[in-house]
Every structure is written in C-alpha cells, then in structure tokens.
C-alpha cells in the first residue's frame, strides 16, 4: 500500500512547488544547516576572543579602543540582521539571503587574510607594550581596507544569523507534535554547533593566529567558511523553503500603530466583536492565522475601529483600518520588548569577556606543560568543552525529566530559563572582579605592575579566568537558547522568519552600550592616569571595580525582568499558557 503524500502548508521545494513531508525537510536537513553554523563559528569566533589582539598589537590601537572597534564591528553585524531578515522576507528569501550572506562573510575573511599576508598593508612593526615607543596607528588606504572586509564580515554574518536559525527551525512543522519535540531540540543542538565549531576556533585556529602569523589564521577562516557554503548548498533539493510572503510582517505592525494614531479620536465600541475583522470563511481560503481579541494595550484596538459599513467591503487601506488578527500581532510583539530589553545587559557583560578578560590573559601564565601554553584567547575553550557535554545532557535529560514534573514541553518555561542566565551572568561579573584582584596582588607583591604582557608574564596561571568563563557559559545555555524559543516560538506568525533577530538585536544593543560605558567609565573616572580603563597597562587600571560594576548593574537588571515577566502574557495557544490551564483544570 503506497504512503499518503502529505504537503507541507505554507513551504516550497527549490524548484517552488509544495514541499512533501516525506520528501522534504525534517531533522537530516537541519543537520547541514546545523553543520552550517558550525563551520561559520568555526570562522568566526576566534575572531570574536582575539581580534583585540590584532587590533592592539598589529593595527596599534589602544587597548580600549580595540575593545571598542571589537565591540562595534559585533554590534553592527547583529542589528543589520534586522535589515537582512527583512529582505529575506520581502524580496530574496531565506534560502538565497542566506547564500549570499555566507558568500560576502567569505570575502570579507579573505580580504583580512589578504592584508594580514602583506606588510605592506599594516602599519610599521612596533612593540605597543613598549613605554619609549611611538607606534604608528592604521591608517589612510590601509584602514580603508581593514574596514572594508570587516563589515563585509559583519553583513555577511548577519545575514547569516538572521535566517539561518529560521530557515532551520522552516525544515519542522509545529502542528505535528513529534516534528515540534525535534524543532525544540533543534534549537538547543544550535548553540551545540556553535560549541563544535567554537572548539576548534578556540584551539586550532586561535593557536595559529598567535604563532603561525595572522594571515594563517585568517586564511583557515576563509577556507572553513567555504566548507560552510559547500555543505549548506548540498541540501538545495531536500529543503522546505518558506515562500517570499512579498510584503513583511514587520510593515503590518507598523500599519497598527499608524492607524491607531489616525484613529486617536475614535470611540471603541463595547464589544470587541465590533472590531474589523475578516469572516472566518474568508480566513480559511487565504490560510491567515486568527487570533482573538485580549483586553490589554487596549490604545492599539483604535487601529481596529470601522468608520462605517464601507469598512467591510474587500478594498480597506490597512493604514487606516487594520484586522483584529493584525492588532494582536502587534500586541503581541510590544510585550516581548520589556523582555528584549532586560537581556540587552547581558551582552554587555560578554562584550567584557572577549575584549579585557583575553588582555587580562596575556599578562598571565599560560603554560599547560613545560612546552605547551595555551593562547588566552583559547580560554573560553573551558565553558565550551562543558557545554558540548550538557547541551545534550540537557537536551535529552533534563527536559523530558523535568517535562513530568511540570507539563511543559521545554522541561521549564522560556522565561524562567532566560532568568537563570541573567543570575549567572551576574555571578560572572562578581567573580571576574574578585580573579582581578588577586591577579593584581600578584603583580604587586612580585613588583611587575609594569611587566611587558607574554614577555614577562605574571607568576600566575591563566587558568584563574576559567571560572568567569565557566559561569558565563552556562548562563549562555540558559538565555541565549530561551531567548532564541522565546522569540521564536511567541513571535507572530508572519514575524517567525525575523523573530530570531531579536536575540541578535539585543546583543548589538549590547556591545554597543560597551563601548559607550567605557567611554563614560573613562570620563567619569578621569584622573591621573586617565580613568579605570585608560592606556595599554591593565596592571594599573581599576578593571575589578569594572567588573564589579556590571555584577551591580546585572543585579539591579534581574530584579527589573522578575517584574516585567511576572507581567508578561503567553499568546493565545501558547504551550506555556496551555499548561497552566490544564494544571487548574485538574486542581
């Protein structure tokens, strides 16, 4: 007996006719968009924990400046996500924004290993560390080109974060209930890719930077990035692909907010059904989503407001007149951001561990035998290492384990895992403080506050920073994945495909504000020696009462989410809304 051929709603094939589900999809295509993500990280996250270094000690930047220029070059990859994601929706799709992503990402890798291979292209050898030197910083045609491949590095990733998770999460159909436990899975083997690919990035290729020379480093980038587009594009004729909707989601949201301003002066009508909205009928035959009317942000149902009975005929100006559905949309998007901005902190504590904590390093021990030292950039390798091992703990363990208990199919429910990351990070910040000191006690009690990073390294090991490292991980576990499910999963329906930029948007918001709060901690600190975070020696900079900064701050930050996602409200048909009716009903 032959299977029924099953159609997946709403998903094409390459050649843009329906997707079959036997055929098309399902968790062997996540796997090479999995693998996918894996060589980009692989490609790109040295970059992320070393880069400083190649800004301070071959660009010549100081060091807050190259923690700067480090922070910068992330924060613009992850807001233009925004503009990527709409462009994935609206004109090219997801499959061939994200080709052509990975495409520029290539190129702008190769032209950093291009200027890394010819000295020519840099500014004149010179030791920053040296008090008597006079380093010439980058500049003229040369900055040109290092500011060229970096943001052609920056789009590209952009357009990568923003619809490679989406295009991943497009291969499972949430109405199935067996493909909807694998998209979940799919979202925690996601930072597991990003583990895999970080391992080798933080040992191999990190290892390579620091002692074969950059241009190696950056040229084993370059060929993982292609092995990225290889393996990505293999899986052309087995992909679900989302069809360009032709119009985005994120103009419909927009259209609210107009129309309710024009509507200001309208009168809501007392019962809700009152409302615009199309028939039921109607809604069926265009396959829309429908949801119901909530009594909240109530400012908003205004865009809702007929005029009269022409309001019901077919041709209504959404900037004037929008559905029920379309409202709701967006009030469903205006809760999430109180919690899109209580996480915007969070990277900004990350920014911290890839910029001061690796020039923390190089002024450490790093000797893991007597022939072998570790770079200090590779030290995020520690909570790596212990992420490749829980994830799937966690993953195949916890969840199904904690699933009893509570009845939510996440194990626990979005928010409470985006706040165990929020503690986390603030643990981070308060041990990387108290690491801080005693390294700074070191280089006292041994007269070397004025010792020559790598060269006259402090008689303590590296291994000290592990345990910011350590802790920092695992709050990655916890808000970085629920943050990806929360926006993904509470996302309107037209805004699934750009609901991950959320993520990528708070964590640009993130670097940014770093460089903005090193800039006002310099200014607000200037003294004698320039403030807590002035010049090239960390010895004598005030980074623990930095860190201790951002431990407060967190502190402060999480008190602020414990009150905005008490009051947070799950969307219709949610899970997490669905489980607690189900517990009072058995109550």
């Known amino acids: 007996m032959e299977k029924k051929i099953e159609f997946v709603e709403g998903k094409v094939d390459w050649k843009g006719r ?41 660009m010549h930047f100081e060091i807050s400046d190259a923690a700067n220029q480090l922070t910068n070059f992330a924060g613009t990859g992850y807001i233009l996500s925004i503009v990527m994601a709409i462009l994935a929706d609206s004109f090219l799709g997801r499959f061939k924004t994200l080709l052509i992503s990975a495409s520029f990402e290539f190129l702008g890798l190769a032209l950093l290993t291009v200027q890394a291979h010819y000295p020519k292209l840099q500014p004149p ?26 943001y052609m590095l920056a789009a590209g990733a952009a357009g990568v974060k923003a619809t490679l998770p989406s295009h991943g999460a497009d291969q499972f159909e949430e109405k199935d209930p067996k493909e909807a436990q694998q998209m979940s899975s799919f979202f925690n083997m996601l930072l597991l890719a990003v583990c895999l690919g970080g391992v080798v990035s933080l040992t191999l290729i990190v290892w390579i930077q620091d002692n074969r020379g ?25 992909y679900r692909i989302q069809a360009v909707q032709g119009t985005s989601a994120l103009i419909e949201i927009i259209q609210v907010y107009v129309a309710a301003i024009r509507n200001r002066n309208l009168t809501l009508p007392s019962d809700p059904s009152d409302l615009y909205e199309i028939d039921t009928d109607k809604e069926a035959s265009i396959e829309e989503e429908f949801l119901p009317h909530r009594p909240v942000f109530g400012f908003l149902d205004k865009a809702a407001v007929k005029r009269g009975q022409h309001d019901n005929r077919e041709s209504v100006n959404p900037w004037k007149l929008c559905r029920v559905t379309q409202v709701e949309n967006a009030k469903i998007l205006l809760g999430m951001v109180p919690i899109f901005l209580c996480t915007i902190i969070m990277t900004l504590c990350l920014a911290q561990l890839q910029t001061f904590s690796i020039q923390q390093g190089l002024t450490m021990d790093t000797s893991v035998t007597k022939h072998f030292k570790i770079p200090p950039a590779s030290l995020p390798i520690i909570p790596i290492m212990f992420l490749v091992i829980i994830i799937p703990v966690y993953d195949r363990i916890f969840v ?44 006292r009690d041994h007269n070397m506050l004025d010792a020559i990073p790598v060269l006259q390294p402090l008689p303590i090991s590296t291994f000290w920073l592990s345990f910011q490292y350590f802790i920092f991980g695992i709050a990655d576990m916890f808000t970085y994945v629920g943050l990806l499910e929360f926006f993904y999963s509470e996302a309107p329906k037209g805004l699934k495909s750009i609901s991950t930029c959320f993520l990528w948007s ?3 918001l993130g670097y940014f ?37 951002l431990s407060g701050m967190s502190f402060l930050n999480f008190f602020v989410y414990l ?25």
């Open 18 to 58: 329906a997707a079959v589900k036997q055929k098309h999809g399902g968790m062997r295509t996540a796997v090479l968009i999995l693998a996918t993500f894996g060589f980009e990280n692989m490609a790109t996250l040295a970059l992320a924990v070393n880069l400083v270094t190649y800004f301070n000690g071959v």
């Open 125 to 150: 050898i010179c030791n920053v560390f040296d008090p008597t030197a006079s380093c010439e910083k980058v500049s003229g045609g040369n900055a040109a080109l290092l500011f060229i491949a970096l």
């Open 214 to 238: 950059w241009d190696w480093g950056f040229g084993i980038s370059t060929i993982a990035m292609f092995l990225g587009i290889v393996v990505f594009f293999s899986g052309l004729p087995m």
């Open 400 to 443: 199904p384990l904690a699933s009893k208990f509570t009845g939510i199919p996440s194990g626990i429910t979005h928010l409470q895992r985006i706040g165990v990351g929020l503690v986390l990070s603030c643990v981070s910040m308060g041990v990387a403080g108290i690491m801080e000191v005693k390294r700074k006690d070191v280089a």
């Open 506 to 508: 708070s964590m640009a």
């Open 513 to 549: 504000f770093s460089t903005v709060l090193v800039k006002i901690v310099n200014a607000a600190t200037h003294g004698s020696n320039g403030g807590w975070l002035a010049g090239n020696n960390i010895n004598r900079n005030h980074l623990n009462l930095f860190y201790w900064l």
């Open 563 to 587: 009150f905005v996602s008490k009051r947070y409200k799950y969307r219709p048909g949610s899970p997490m809304l669905l489980t607690k009716e189900d517990k009072e009903d058995e109550l």
